[in-house]
C-alpha cells in the first residue's frame, strides 16, 4: 500500500531461478526502505506474485513461454528474449510516465546484466539504469579474458597450455574458465559475451558480493569500469528470512527430518535449478551416498536425469538403501537448509548463488560444477577460500562420492575445513550487520536512488 509520492524502481530479471531470486530479494531490501518496486518480468517462468503482495507485477509478452530453455539453446534463448520483450517494456514505460504524478516518480531501472534492452529503453526515456550482477566479480573478468583472448586471435588455446595459470585471475586455469577455449567457440557465445559485459549508459553495477571475498576481480573490474559498485551481498543475509523466490514448490518436510540429526553428521546434495545428469551417474551418486554411511538429503529434480521423469531408473535394492540412510526431495528451501545444525556439507554445483549460501552457512563444500561460473566458483572454494574439495569424473566412480563425503563428514581434514568455513561465515555476518561493508554499500545505494 504505497503512498502516491514514494519513488519507484523498475525491476528487470532474468527469467531464471539463479536470476530471478537476487533480483526479488534486492526489490524487497530495497522497499523495506521506503522505495515501491514494480518488477517487469517475461512470461517465461513468471514468479508467484501472491508471494510478494508488496511489488507490482507487470509481464513482458515474450513469445517464449512455451518454449524451454535448454543449455543448447540458451544463447538464442537469451537473443530472442531481448528481442521480444523490448516493445511491451516501451509501452509499459509509456503508460508509467504518464502517471508519475499520480504513482510517484521512477527513479531508475534495475536490470539483470543479460536483459540488455532494458538499459536501451531507459535512455529512451531519460531514466537512469543499473546492473544487478547475478554471477561472481572473478567470472566477469574471466569473460573479459576470453573477449582479450579472441580479440588477439589466440583461440583456439593448445590442450598443453590449459593448466595454465590465467594471469589476470591468478590460480584460476584457463580450463575453468567459463567457455572452453580450446577449440572454437560458436558465433552465440561470441555474440553474447560483449554484450554481457558491456554495461553502456548504466551508471552503477550492484553485485551480489562481499568485498573481502573479491578484492582483486572487483579492483580489476572497478579500472574497467568508471561507475559506482555496490557490494551488497551476501543478499539473501539482508531479506527476512521467509522470503519465497522458488520457482519451483520447496518441499519443507525435510526440515523435520533434519531436525531428528546430530549437528555437522548430514551432507546436503543439491545440483541445482538447470544442470541435468545421465541414469549412470545418478546410480554412481546413489550408491556412493549409501556406501558412505552418512545421512544425506538429496534433492533431485523432476527431469533432472536424462530420459526419466524422476528416480524410477534406480533399482529396487539400492531405492531401499537410501530410505534407510537418507532422504529424497524434489525441492529443498536451501537457505534453511544450510542454515541448519544437522547440515555439515554441501555437495554444490557451485552456482553463485548456492556458493553464496553454502559460505554463509558456514558449511564445507563438495564441487561439481557443470558449466559457466560454476567452474570459476568451484576454484575458487578449493584453492581461494580453501572450503570447497573437487569431485571429478563422479560418474565414472561410486568410491569418489563415497571418499569425498567422509573426508568431509568424517576425516581431520572436513573437521579443518569446517572451521575455516566457519570463520568465512562469522566475516560475512560482519559484513552485513552495521557498519560492516555491504550494510554501507546497501546504504549508500539507497541514497543513490533515491538522489536520482
Known amino acids: 500500500m ?16 539463479g536470476h530471478i531470486t537476487p533480483m526479488l530479494q534486492l526489490g524487497t531490501i530495497l522497499h523495506a526502505r521506503g522505495i515501491s518496486v514494480t518488477v517487469l518480468h517475461p512470461e517465461f517462468n513468471s514468479p508467484n506474485a501472491s508471494n510478494h503482495p508488496e511489488f507490482t507485477f507487470l509481464p513482458l509478452s515474450d513469445n517464449l513461454s512455451r518454449n524451454k530453455a535448454t543449455l543448447s539453446n540458451a544463447f538464442q534463448f537469451i537473443s530472442a528474449m531481448n528481442v ?5 517494456f516501451q509501452e509499459y514505460m509509456d503508460q508509467m510516465m504518464e502517471l508519475q504524478e499520480l504513482e510517484g516518480r521512477v527513479a531508475c531501472v534495475i536490470y539483470d546484466s543479460i536483459m540488455h534492452f532494458a538499459e536501451s529503453v531507459a535512455t529512451q526515456f531519460d531514466l537512469p539504469s543499473l546492473v544487478l550482477r547475478t554471477t561472481s566479480a572473478a567470472n566477469l573478468l574471466a569473460y573479459h579474458v576470453i573477449l582479450r583472448l579472441h580479440e588477439q586471435n589466440l583461440l583456439p588455446l593448445p590442450e598443453s597450455k590449459l593448466d595454465d595459470a590465467v594471469p589476470e585471475l591468478g590460480f584460476l586455469r584457463y580450463k575453468d574458465l567459463p567457455y572452453s577455449i580450446s577449440s572454437k567457440i560458436p558465433e552465440p557465445i561470441l555474440e553474447f559475451l560483449p554484450s554481457s559485459f558491456n554495461i553502456r549508459s548504466s551508471k552503477a553495477v550492484i553485485w551480489n558480493t562481499v568485498d ?12 574497467l569500469y568508471q561507475v559506482p559498485f555496490f557490494t551488497i551481498g551476501p543478499i539473501h543475509k539482508t531479506t527476512p528470512p521467509h522470503n519465497p523466490t522458488s520457482l519451483i514448490k520447496e518441499d519443507t518436510n525435510c526440515i523435520t527430518w533434519l531436525d531428528k540429526h546430530a549437528p555437522n553428521s548430514v551432507i546436503y546434495v543439491s545440483l541445482g535449478s538447470l544442470a541435468t545428469i545421465d541414469a549412470q551417474e545418478l546410480i554412481e551418486t546413489a550408491i556412493g551416498l549409501v556406501d558412505s554411511e ?3 538429503l538429496w534433492v533431485v529434480r523432476p527431469n533432472s536425469v536424462k530420459g526419466s521423469e524422476w528416480m524410477e531408473s534406480l533399482p529396487d535394492e539400492l531405492a531401499r538403501g537410501i530410505e534407510t540412510r537418507g532422504f529424497v526431495v524434489k525441492w529443498a528451501p536451501q537457505k534453511e537448509v544450510l542454515a541448519h545444525f544437522a547440515v555439515g556439507a554441501f555437495w554444490s554445483h557451485c552456482g553463485w548463488n548456492s556458493t553464496m549460501e553454502g559460505i554463509s552457512g558456514g558449511v564445507p563444500m563438495i564441487c561439481r560444477p ?6 570459476v566458483n568451484s576454484r575458487y572454494l578449493i584453492n581461494e577460500w580453501r572450503v570447497g574439495i573437487e569431485l571429478e569424473n563422479a560418474e565414472d566412480s561410486r568410491m569418489i562420492v563415497k571418499n569425498a563425503i567422509r573426508r568431509l563428514l568424517v576425516d581431520e581434514e572436513g573437521k579443518e575445513m569446517r572451521q575455516r568455513s566457519q570463520e568465512m561465515k562469522q566475516k560475512l555476518e560482519i559484513c552485513v550487520q552495521e557498519g560492516g561493508s555491504s550494510y554501507n554499500s546497501l546504504e549508500n545505494l539507497t541514497q543513490f536512488i533515491l538522489s536520482m
Request: proline share 17%; aromatic share 10%.
Open 84 to 88: 521480444n520483450c523490448r516493445e511491451p
Open 370 to 375: 557443470f558449466f559457466a561460473d560454476q567452474m
Open 294 to 296: 552418512q545421512p544425506f
Open 212 to 223: 573481502t571475498l573479491e578484492k582483486s576481480p572487483l579492483t580489476g573490474l572497478q579500472q
Open 2 to 17: 504505497d503512498g502516491p509520492k514514494r519513488p519507484r524502481v523498475l525491476l528487470v530479471p532474468f527469467p531464471l531461478q
